[in-house]
């Protein structure tokens, strides 16, 4: 059975920063895209970033590009997003996701973690 964990949101002031976790039992993350993605109530899921597992290239919403950082951990079997430089803006529950690529349809999910950017 493939269960995700998300960790690391919480509650920081506009400029903080957070550094979320996902890890995996059941599923082998390095042979598999990653992608963050986050959603507010009653808005679409946005996808924020994407780490491949071929090369290890990376992706990022405009919204997010040089704040946001993924990484992964192949020993650890984690994949990571340090959130640098926060606005309200990025508050969100912010799910972690395996697939085949960045660019396709991804399988599993995690149940999210909330963040709150807020003075």
């Known amino acids: 059975q493939v269960q995700f964990v998300e960790s690391g949101g919480g509650l920081v002031q506009p400029g903080g920063s957070l550094r979320l976790s996902c890890a995996a039992s059941?599923?082998?993350?390095?042979?598999?895209?990653i992608g963050w993605f986050r959603q507010v109530p009653g808005k679409a899921r946005q996808g924020v970033s994407c780490i491949s597992s071929r090369d290890g290239s990376t992706y990022y919403a405009d919204s997010v590009k040089g704040r946001f950082t993924i990484s992964r951990d192949n020993a650890k079997n984690a994949v990571y997003m340090q959130m640098n430089s926060l606005k309200p803006e990025d508050a969100a529950v912010y799910y972690c996701?395996?697939?085949?690529?960045?660019?396709?349809?991804?399988?599993?999910w995690g149940q999210g973690t909330e963040v709150t950017v807020s003075s």
């Open positions: 996701a395996a697939g085949p690529g960045c660019e396709y349809e991804f399988h599993y």
């Open positions: 059941g599923l082998t993350l390095d042979y598999h895209a």
